[in-house]
């Protein structure tokens, strides 16, 4: 379960003369707020009330003077009973650097650029600024937090009031420590810390490091979650750590948890109130017992951060270092008889049910990184990866990139293994990862052809923002490997949805754009008052979520600028609906999964 803080953004409509006389028009322009690479596929949307087919659009600088001209395409399709017609405004002509709008009678859009792909350096940038504010421990940018984790100590899993709930039933039961598991990212808006999600995200982190990230900050941030990772395995007991602090308290009402109270995180350490004993001192808990194999989902995603890592480390000693812990942790791996894999406590903040993706990535990125260092093991990892991805071929493939599924990373990086070492006659070939990889482009780009913004990830569904940046990266990704570049213009427009050209306008990524999110679900950014910059959240979701009014309310949680007023409820649509709301954790709150799957997507496309 994610809880921070929910953003209020605006709908973009200003005023501006016509660019010739035609019939009023009663809508909005959608587009990317960031821009395009002069050389890329670029489309805006018109969401029209009473339809226009044939309205002239023009572009005008940043001096208000017209640059291209030419007539709205085809109805895309209604979005909802009010806005039942989107037409689609093809500006791929336009190639000049510069700054421009679009105009449609008295509609104007907000503002994009047209600029080399290094442009996405930018926002790229903000998301790194996002991860240094998520930042726990002695090394937080802010003041330091939580340090008392230093010497924190382990219990048994607790026994929760039911399947679908956070809620503990009874006490905790210690069971070992003291550890020290300070420092790390918070997970989302709350301070919990989740093993699982980090290594996801140090993944993508390292590689983006090296898939060419410019930005100087990356390897320090980088650094500092795998640092965290090294804390929460102990080589020497063969012990993988999974989680600092529970979500909620306990159904005797004796103790609270990190979702039960609003406030910033350097207050915890020195929480004398009753009943926030697990404030105070988080507790921490195993994946399994000491020397006991562990979920193959996290030994897999674990192990494959190490690797990534070791394959851009310079110090080739400290690379090696790297390796042998990677090799360590996947050597853990429970892989018969899994059962439910192991994510978080409670299982259902995030119920992963797919590892072969995990263990194939693992195995991939050993081998790249032994490949590096000339290490004989190699050829054994290649054969293990090429194992699980065709058992995951074979029994779980139908998902896209995100946390829950990372095959993609993982088939293009096995690619890249087999090419280097020449290796055949294995479980898969590089034909049969290369289709599974189309294959996954091809179910966003069914879901794309049917919807009027082009979107092909479900956004009335949790994760449509990630989601979508996973699409927009794998479409690089499929470029990287095959020199095919058939779904770039599908990967672009996946991005440009993320960034505003969807039908509420925003930009989900706080900060990035003109219109980005406002209110997010994020307590340190709701207190203070301070921008969430570089903030990813969930964007849309199911409109269900909402039927109960917002929740998530806390006395100590200021109110967003346009309190109890939904500026996006008119364009609730497809079951899907938008709140920019400090209370709307479904639809507002950041995470660093978000932030981290983005981050990736801007980095691959920022090299087209």
């Not at 780009?445 to 990830?457: H, M, N, V």
């Not at 006395?555 to 497809?574: I, L, N, Q, S």
């Amino acid at each position: 379960m994610r809880v921070a803080a929910a953003a209020v953004a605006l709908a973009v409509l200003t005023m501006g003369a016509p660019a010739m006389a035609q019939p009023s028009t009663t809508g909005f322009i959608r587009v990317d707020q960031v821009g395009f690479a002069p050389a890329e596929a670029k489309h805006a949307y018109l969401m029209s009330a009473s339809g226009a087919p044939g309205a002239r659009f023009s572009v005008v600088d940043h001096r208000g003077r017209e640059v291209l001209g030419g007539t709205a395409g085809r109805d895309l399709g209604e979005w909802n009973a009010k806005y039942p017609h989107v037409y689609d405004l093809d500006l791929s002509k336009l190639s000049r650097p510069g700054s421009y709008r679009i105009k449609v009678g008295t509609l104007t859009s907000a503002e994009f650029k047209v600029a080399p792909a290094a442009l996405l350096a930018l926002p790229a940038a903000k998301v790194v600024t996002f991860f240094g504010g998520q930042r726990d421990g002695s090394e937080a940018l802010r003041r330091a937090s939580h340090l008392n984790d230093r010497a924190a100590s382990v219990y048994d899993w607790p026994t929760f009031t039911g399947p679908d709930t956070d809620q503990i039933k009874g006490d905790l039961t210690k069971v070992g420590g003291p550890v020290d598991v300070e420092g790390g990212w918070f997970d989302a808006g709350d301070y919990l810390k989740f093993t699982h999600i980090l290594a996801y995200v140090d993944t993508l982190l390292w590689a983006a490091k090296r898939d060419g990230s410019p930005d100087p900050r990356l390897r320090r941030e980088a650094a500092h979650g795998l640092k965290y990772l090294d804390k929460m395995w102990d080589e020497k007991t063969k012990t993988l750590y999974i989680q600092v602090g529970i979500g909620a308290g306990n159904a005797e009402g004796t103790f609270v948890g990190d979702h039960d109270i609003w406030r910033l995180p350097e207050a915890d350490d020195g929480d004398q109130a009753e009943g926030h004993q697990y404030i105070r001192n988080r507790p921490v808990f195993r994946a399994a017992a000491p020397g006991e194999p562990i979920s193959p989902n996290l030994a897999g995603r674990t192990a494959a951060a190490f690797a990534l890592a070791a394959q851009v480390e310079p110090s080739r000693w400290r690379a090696q270092q790297y390796l042998d812990q990677a090799a360590s942790i996947y050597a853990m791996a429970k892989t018969e008889n899994v059962g439910q894999l192991v994510t978080s406590l409670p299982h259902a903040f995030y119920p992963e049910s797919v590892w072969r993706d995990d263990m194939e990535l693992g195995g991939a990125e050993l081998a790249l990184a032994a490949l590096r260092l000339g290490d004989s093991r190699a050829s054994g990892w290649i054969a293990q990866a090429a194992r699980w991805a065709g058992e995951y071929m074979a029994q779980d493939s139908g998902d896209t990139l995100n946390l829950y599924d990372v095959s993609a990373l993982a088939h293009a990086d096995l690619v890249k293994a087999l090419r280097k070492s020449g290796a055949t006659g294995l479980a898969v070939d590089e034909k049969a990862l290369l289709a599974g990889l189309k294959a996954q482009l091809d179910i966003g780009a069914a879901r794309a052809a049917a919807d009027p913004f082009r979107a092909g990830a479900r956004y009335d569904e949790f994760d449509s923002v990630p989601r979508t940046f996973g699409l927009a990266a794998t479409s690089r990704l499929y470029r990287q490997v095959t020199g095919d570049r058939s779904y770039d213009a599908f990967g672009t427009a996946q991005r440009n949805w993320a960034l505003g050209g969807n039908p509420w306008g925003v930009s989900f990524v706080a900060e990035v754009g003109e219109n980005s999110i406002k209110c997010p679900h994020y307590q340190m950014s709701n207190i203070t008052g301070r921008p969430a910059v570089g903030a990813v959240v969930n964007g849309p979701n199911s409109a269900s979520l909402f039927e109960g009014g917002l929740g998530g309310h806390f006395e100590e949680m200021p109110k967003c600028p346009a309190d109890d007023v939904d500026r996006y409820a008119e364009f609730t649509g497809h079951g899907s609906r938008f709140v920019d709301d400090v209370r709307s954790w479904q639809a507002s709150e950041p995470a660093d999964d978000f932030a981290a799957i983005a981050f990736y997507a801007l980095t691959l496309m920022s090299k087209d």
